[in-house]
């Protein structure tokens, strides 16, 4: 069974913890027993200072007394009284102590100085009396017991040595008691110590150890060492290192699936340009397999027309974010190929990853599309232009007079040829846009003028359904390229126009919101269905399959409109009105000092 860190966090704890307090807790002990004998030594020696001051008083009263009675001098009287009281009060503070906490056997002591105490009561009074006969008797009875006493305060000292030379030798042994305590409490934790960290050092050095190398080969990509057994959370972690190494296993795989599977060359390389990895595309795009280039220079691949541009675009990608660029590279037969980079330096693995994309076909259909564009612009426009003229000039009898008949034809085929000639100018118009040839020419401006430029512009087509319209009174500053906003503007006219039951208005609107204007389009027509309000400004779409049929749209009318508007960096849309039709709109970003 494996213990949790927190299980044995707490053995870590507990152990020591309960042996420290058993260890102070027997110290505290051998300390007390200690004091108790330094506690006893010092009684035994106040009772035996206790006992040699009655005997030097005893003494010093026998002496007195003898005095006395040789001289009869009143001040080895007034001594001997002294000392007869000393003596009484000696008594009873020996007595208050024996009682109390008695160390020495003093008992047959204390009865002899009662004795003698008694006596000097009997000379006192005797010397009061006057009887010296009587008084002669008692000091030598009283210097007989003083002799009895003196023996026994003899004996009571040395019985005081006795006990005082025991006390020391059991103060000796508790101090040894003391100091085999502290070694043996010493060697004892120490002992802990030791089985604690081998505990340790099993059950969770070794296992953190494997952990650490687990993260280790998990960072190098190295397989782990065998998974850990146990409930614990080391264990735990384990399993998480071994459950993200299988993870990382599979999305390895699946990486390395769609990358071989991949349809783009996908490639890394370092510095020089030597090629560490490659997906199987490079087959079908250059004709090598993979394992021929690994090793080799990715400048091999390229035209040396294109060496300079590859070298400065990678040390570019070096420094910042390198944006996609094209690159003209060699087949394994010597011919070029198009291909487009999208290059990324990593500063931890020291190599570029490129994601390269054939682009081949598409430059050849964008070089088909201008020649198409060229052909129409040269070889069809400027030949409808002069079928316009010439209708025009036939239909005013520059050429004589023609009957009503053929001037219906002539005028259907005219109307027919211009319109010829306008799909071809939005097709014109699209195709510069697309390929950023459209330059601006901004100037400032006022909306309201844009709007009624464009009103004339469509006023002979409004007239036939007779459509009116209204302008609204705000006139707010424009800052725009005139022209291409006033085409945006008769568009959305035209296409209101178109969609707009006759006899309706339309209302055109401009104001200034905070950073920027916006200018309305408001129509009474069947609006534009939810799902197709943003599909509208997309190319050949419109909002019924039969618009373009019935109302002879060619769907790129909004799609142009859409482009002029984000050149300026505004945006486009359209939504219902409450009055019902739609609310076509565009912003424009507005002057920042008007």
Not at 136 to 152: L, T
Not at 546 to 573: E, P, R
Request: net charge negative; glycine share 6%; with cysteine.
């Amino acid at each position: 069974m494996t213990l949790k860190l927190s299980h044995k966090a707490i053995l870590l704890i507990t152990v020591p913890f309960l042996f420290e307090v058993a260890f102070i807790a027997t110290l505290v002990a051998a300390q007390h027993a200690l004091e108790v004998q330094y506690e006893r030594e010092f009684r035994a020696k106040d009772e035996l200072s206790a006992v040699n001051a009655e005997l030097r008083v005893m003494l010093e009263a026998g002496t007195s007394l003898g005095m006395y009675h040789a001289t009869r001098d009143v001040r080895f009287l007034e001594r001997f009284r002294q000392c007869h009281a000393d003596l009484q009060k000696l008594q009873k503070d020996l007595a208050s102590v024996t009682n109390q906490h008695r160390e020495l056997d003093i008992s047959e002591f204390a009865g002899g100085v009662e004795e003698v105490v008694a006596t000097f009561d009997r000379m006192e009074a005797l010397i009061k009396t006057g009887d010296r006969m009587d008084l002669m008797r008692s000091v030598f009875a009283g210097n007989a017991m003083a002799g009895k006493i003196s023996k026994i305060g003899t004996a009571i000292l040395a019985k005081s040595n006795a006990v005082s030379a025991a006390q020391r030798q059991r103060e000796v042994a508790l101090r040894a008691q003391q100091n085999n305590v502290i070694l043996i409490g010493v060697i004892f934790n120490a002992l802990i110590v030791v089985a604690l960290g081998v505990i340790f050092h099993r059950g969770t050095t070794r296992r953190l150890n494997v952990l650490w190398q687990n993260a280790a080969n998990l960072s190098q990509d190295r397989p782990l060492e065998e998974k850990l057994s146990g409930g614990d959370e080391i264990a735990a972690i384990d399993a998480g290192f071994h459950q993200m190494a299988d993870a990382l296993n599979m999305a390895k795989e699946r990486e390395l699936a769609l990358t071989e599977n991949a349809v783009d060359v996908i490639c890394s390389f370092d510095k020089s340009g030597a090629i560490e990895r490659i997906n199987r595309a490079a087959l079908d795009l250059w004709d090598y397999k993979a394992q021929e280039l690994v090793g080799q220079s990715i400048f091999a691949l390229i035209n040396p027309s294109a060496h300079a541009v590859t070298a400065a675009a990678m040390l570019e990608a070096t420094e910042h974010q390198c944006k996609p660029f094209e690159v003209t590279m060699l087949r394994r037969d010597g011919s070029d190929c198009v291909v487009q980079w999208a290059l990324r330096w990593v500063e931890e693995e020291g190599s570029f990853f490129c994601v390269m994309h054939d682009i081949t076909e598409r430059k050849k259909i964008e070089r088909l599309k201008q020649e198409v564009v060229a052909m129409v612009s040269h070889d069809l426009r400027s030949p409808l232009t002069a079928l316009d003229m010439s209708y025009a000039l036939l239909l005013e009898g520059a050429y004589g007079p023609i009957d009503e008949r053929a001037s219906a034809v002539l005028q259907k085929n005219k109307i027919s040829v211009r319109r010829l000639i306008g799909m071809i100018n939005t097709l014109l118009d699209m195709e510069k846009l697309d390929s950023g040839a459209i330059e601006l020419s901004y100037s400032k401006g006022l909306s309201n003028d844009l709007i009624n430029l464009a009103i004339d512009t469509v006023t002979l087509l409004a007239e036939d359904k007779g459509i009116s319209f209204i302008v609204g009174k705000t006139n707010v500053p424009v800052y725009c390229d005139r022209d291409k906003i006033l085409s945006v503007i008769v568009n959305l006219l035209s296409n209101a126009i178109k969609f707009s039951p006759d006899d309706s208005v339309i209302e055109i609107q401009s104001s200034k919101k905070e950073d920027s204007i916006e200018i309305r389009v408001i129509d009474q027509g069947r609006g534009v269905p939810p799902d197709k309000k943003d599909l509208i400004f997309e190319r050949f779409k419109q909002s019924e399959k039969t618009d373009q049929s019935v109302l002879k749209g060619t769907g790129l009318g909004l799609a142009i409109c859409k482009a002029i508007v984000l050149a300026h960096n505004g945006s486009i849309g359209v939504m219902d009105s409450k009055e019902g039709g739609s609310v076509f709109w565009f912003r424009l970003p507005g002057l920042k000092n008007d």
